[in-house]
């Protein structure tokens, strides 16, 4: 009878190892350790901890006066990977289809042994009774055999109803797995997590909604600018990096120039990814040096400030070599009107959704910013404006949709202070508080295609969004 009390401590044993792997180790696989949030009769799974880096869209409202009201924030990075909540769920779902295996087996396993400890149990009554009939026919040391044997039997009862009871528990444990299938099930499919492939072509879908949904909206007042984020630390304190602001989606070239005079050299990043991991790159050489960091890549070419000069130069990076170059009429140069951190910063170029602008100051405009419409093509200035703002108070600026922003410092604490509309010939002070993290900003240019802003500050290549206000004209709106 030794034998089958081994058995039953083995399922036993068997058992309590389950039911231990259940109640410790799922808690903390499923989230219910903090991800998961109760408030009434409805429950919340918080499953992407940053909601920063999707896309961020505003409803829309309707104004007094009929017209449609709609902010969006695009992000800065149109690329596609792999959720490590996606991968988390998906590895959650095969081992709790494991544990149900493994379940049902230990069902099965435990319903034959129930079964034999049940015919055990009908023999040791059989045993008592005969025992109790036999009690005067049998010798005194056969019955003192028989009656040791079955002193040895009694454990077995307690044991028995144990047994029965952790049975129920197994039949539970089922059941609250097959609950928590079941859910897991429900968010996987409202996550869309089924695979890659499927998360990469709904992702490739609704960026080309959202940037379809961003070109009809067009150009839109700036009304706040997001938390930073850090692409990579890599670099002097001053530097630049920017993509080309025309080139279609699919090109995700990345160009870095380390400091702010007499540098020749250029870094091409095949993509952003390889922006950060610093590899797959090729190396231009311009055949002149610039000055600042106020450089801009717009249709395949970079346009820079020539040093000590107020020379702009055009380098075409696919044939290495400058196409055009000319010099702006009275710009200073040479840190004669640089920003507020200096740097040789005197002529600082942009792109925006209208096309290619320059940000300098001559001695006409007795130090005020100038901004000037150029031809991409010959470099000349097309239409200029005198914003009335100093430069050298001036942090940094940028250009988004033919309006000129200023802010009021590179250093920290510093936030968009100034606003000049080009189509208005007008100004305006404004207060856009923006986050300058590493406490030194040393150039700040906006892409119009990403609708971002490009930061290197301290060393560190920064991006922001941005939060653009726009009305938009219903049907039958003059």
């Not at 009878?1 to 903390?28: C, D, E, H, R, Y």
């Not at 544990?99 to 069902?107: K, P, R």
């Not at 089922?174 to 992702?203: C, F, K, P, T």
């Amino acid at each position: 009878m030794s034998v089958p009390l081994l058995k039953i401590g083995a399922v036993l044993s068997t058992m309590a190892m389950v039911t231990n792997w259940m109640s410790q180790t799922l808690p903390s696989l499923v989230g219910l350790n903090g991800t998961v949030s109760r408030a009434g009769a409805s429950e919340k799974i918080t499953l992407f901890q940053s909601p920063e880096e999707g896309w961020q869209l505003y409803t829309s409202a309707q104004a007094p006066d009929g017209k449609c009201i709609c902010t969006a924030v695009i992000p800065a990075q149109s690329t596609c990977s792999r959720d490590g909540r996606s991968r988390e769920l998906r590895q959650l779902m095969g081992k709790v289809q494991n544990v149900s295996q493994s379940m049902e087996v230990l069902e099965l396993r435990t319903y034959r042994d129930l079964q034999y400890v049940r015919s055990m149990e009908t023999l040791m009554r059989s045993l008592d009774a005969r025992l109790r009939a036999a009690d005067g026919s049998l010798s005194a040391k056969t019955f003192q055999e028989l009656k040791d044997r079955m002193s040895e039997l009694l454990p077995l009862s307690s044991v028995l109803e144990q047994y029965k009871a952790d049975t129920r528990t197994i039949v539970r444990l089922r059941e609250e797995v097959r609950n928590l299938s079941s859910s897991l099930a429900a968010i996987q499919e409202e996550m869309g997590a089924y695979g890659y492939e499927d998360l990469q072509r709904r992702v490739m879908a609704l960026e080309a909604r959202l940037h379809a949904c961003a070109q009809k909206l067009g150009c839109g007042k700036l009304t706040g600018v997001s938390n930073p984020i850090t692409v990579r630390a890599m670099g002097s304190r001053f530097g630049s990096w920017m993509t080309d602001t025309m080139a279609p989606s699919a090109d995700s070239r990345v160009w870095y120039m380390d400091g702010y005079y007499k540098g020749r050299r250029v870094l091409e990043f095949r993509t952003l990814g390889d922006f950060i991991k610093g590899q797959n790159f090729i190396q231009h050489l311009l055949p002149q040096p610039w000055a600042g960091t106020g450089h801009v890549v717009y249709n395949g070419s970079l346009f820079y400030n020539k040093y000590q000069s107020n020379v702009v130069v055009k380098y075409h990076f696919r044939s290495r070599s400058v196409l055009v170059q000319r010099s702006l009429p009275g710009a200073g140069y040479n840190n004669t009107f640089p920003y507020s951190w200096g740097g040789f910063s005197d002529m600082d170029f942009m792109v925006d959704e209208s096309g290619l602008w320059a940000v300098y100051t001559t001695n006409q405009n007795a130090g005020n910013i100038v901004v000037s419409r150029l031809d991409p093509h010959t470099l000349e200035v097309v239409r200029s404006w005198d914003t009335g703002y100093p430069k050298r108070s001036a942090g940094e600026a940028f250009m988004i949709c033919g309006v000129l922003y200023v802010t009021n410092s590179h250093l920290a604490g510093a936030k968009v202070y100034f606003a000049y509309f080009t189509n208005t010939s007008s100004y305006e002070y404004t207060d856009v508080p923006f986050h300058n993290q590493y406490s030194h900003i040393s150039m700040l240019d906006y892409n119009p295609r990403e609708r971002a802003l490009y930061t290197w500050n301290n060393g560190h290549q920064v991006l922001y969004n941005v939060t653009l206000f726009h009305v938009i004209s219903t049907a039958g709106d003059p």
